[in-house]
């Protein structure tokens, strides 16, 4: 399989909470990432843990790791219309030169 | 502090065509990477350098794609002869060594083949 799989859709109520989940093949990552993606414009660095976390918040997002199941998330509380993008997590891989990207979740959020 | 830039925004060219984009990293960050994101999907690593040096180019179509970094601040991507398959965003990032490894990207260059 992929080396890093998102599910592709996710549909959400403004006001909600959305959880976006990931799942990567590589045990010895190092760094793992969230980026959200607008229509025509490059990656926005959202968050990252460190693979020796397994939490992380910063005010509305927060990032949960299970390495075990090498299992990554990210939940945006009280989802707004302005949160509705592509997010792409991404890892990255023990030897540090080489970042994997999942095809990306697109989170549409209705009024 | 400036963003990654990159131009030009948009090109449209024919199949067998030559084509070039540049990116201009973040002050002081030595590492670029360029990256190809094909509709549908997230993007792939194409090549990364550090500072002028080739870190990891596994990835790149030696035979058609070709990429510089002379003086260690600006890169070249060149793709010589273009093909349909070609059509994507060809997005550049830069990380400063020793901060997370975190990578931040530029605007990206859509590129549509005909």
């Known amino acids: 399989g992929e080396d890093v799989e998102q599910s592709l859709f996710l549909s959400v109520r403004e006001g909600d909470s959305s959880v976006i989940n990931c799942t990567y093949t590589d045990s010895s990552s190092t760094y793992l990432y969230w980026y959200k993606q607008e229509p025509g414009a490059g990656l926005q660095l959202l968050t990252y843990i460190f693979s020796n976390m397994d939490m992380k918040q910063d005010q509305r997002l927060t990032v949960l790791l299970n390495k075990k199941d090498k299992h990554l998330s990210l939940r945006i509380a009280d989802t707004q219309t302005g949160d509705s993008a592509i997010y792409f997590c991404?890892?990255?891989?023990?030897?540090?030169?080489?970042?994997?990207f999942g095809a990306g979740t697109r989170l549409t959020v209705k009024p | 502090e400036a963003g990654v830039a990159q131009s030009p925004r948009y090109k449209i060219i024919e199949k067998r065509q030559s084509v070039a984009f540049w990116c201009n990293p973040i002050s002081g960050h030595a590492t670029l990477y360029w990256y190809q994101q094909i509709l549908g999907q997230g993007p792939k690593l194409l090549i990364q350098f550090q500072n002028n040096g080739v870190v990891d180019d596994s990835q790149l179509p030696k035979d058609r794609f070709s990429a510089e970094r002379l003086k260690g601040v600006d890169s070249t991507l060149k793709i010589q002869p273009a093909k349909l398959e070609d059509s994507a965003v060809y997005l550049c990032?830069?990380?400063?060594?020793?901060?997370?490894?975190?990578?931040?990207f530029g605007p990206g260059t859509r590129l549509l083949v005909l």
């Open positions: 991404a890892v990255l891989k023990h030897n540090n030169n080489d970042m994997r």
């Open positions: 990032a830069s990380s400063f060594p020793g901060g997370g490894e975190t990578q931040y």
